[in-house]
């Protein structure tokens, strides 16, 4: 069964204080892992796709990594602006492009 | 761009009532999904459509019906309301192939049944 694991639960950090998000994941075959922002009260916004163990994406403060079972998202110099609940998900090489996620992280970064 | 838009925002059900949760993406994408995220929880795939005229059902289906008849809207019914029903929906659509395969999600509909 296709799965996914977020670590940890809860993320407290002082501004400044780099740290990583990991999602460790089991998937019949993986078309993409996903990494998502969310906000109190809206949707999921979308961050970065991998698609091959080995593979890097960065935007801003923020730096996710693939390898075969797992992903990290490492966030370097965390403002309090960061603060939000990380979601990761999987995607598997079937026809329907669906997204399987694991509960996320939830980051607060404190000035 | 408005992406994609979800009706109503809010609402309280009556158990028993039933109510349609609307959908609707401007980007052409094929693929659309509805989700249902409950408190501390990652969302769970209710139903998704590959195209109009074709739905399956994800993880958790059961009191829940959907409908695609234009490549634009994908309703969510829910018929006889129950308090497990009670849940934040989120709708999401994607372009489904090659490298374009992110999903884009609506802000959501937080609903309580009572």
């Known amino acids: 069964e296709d799965q996914v694991t977020q670590s940890p639960e809860a993320l407290r950090l002082q501004e400044g204080e780099s740290s990583s998000l990991n999602c460790s994941y089991t998937?019949?075959?993986?078309?993409?892992l996903f990494w998502y922002r969310q906000d109190p009260g809206k949707g999921p916004e979308f961050l970065f796709t991998l698609y091959s163990a080995g593979e890097e994406k960065e935007k801003e403060r923020l730096k996710a990594t693939l390898t075969k079972k797992e992903s990290f998202l490492h966030i370097t110099a965390p403002k309090p602006e960061d603060s939000a609940t990380y979601l990761c998900?999987?995607?598997?090489?079937?026809?329907?492009?669906?997204?399987?996620f694991g509960s996320g992280t939830r980051l607060l970064v404190r000035p | 761009n408005a992406g994609v838009t979800q009706t109503p925002k809010f609402r309280i059900l009556k158990i028993g009532q039933s109510m349609t949760l609307q959908c609707a993406q401007d980007?052409?994408?094929?693929?659309m999904y509805w989700y249902r995220q409950d408190p501390g929880m990652g969302l769970k795939l209710i139903y998704y459509s590959v195209g109009a005229g074709i739905t399956d059902k994800g993880e958790v289906p059961n009191g829940y019906n959907v409908s695609r008849s234009t490549t634009e809207d994908f309703p969510l019914r829910l018929e006889l309301a129950a308090p497990s029903q009670t849940s934040v929906y989120f709708c999401a659509s994607s372009y489904g192939a090659y490298q374009n395969t992110e999903a884009f999600f609506g802000q959501g509909t937080r609903l309580t049944v009572v």
């Open positions: 980007m052409n994408h094929n693929y």
């Open positions: 998900a999987v995607q598997a090489e079937d026809s329907s492009y669906k997204l399987i």
């Open positions: 998937v019949s075959g993986l078309r993409g």
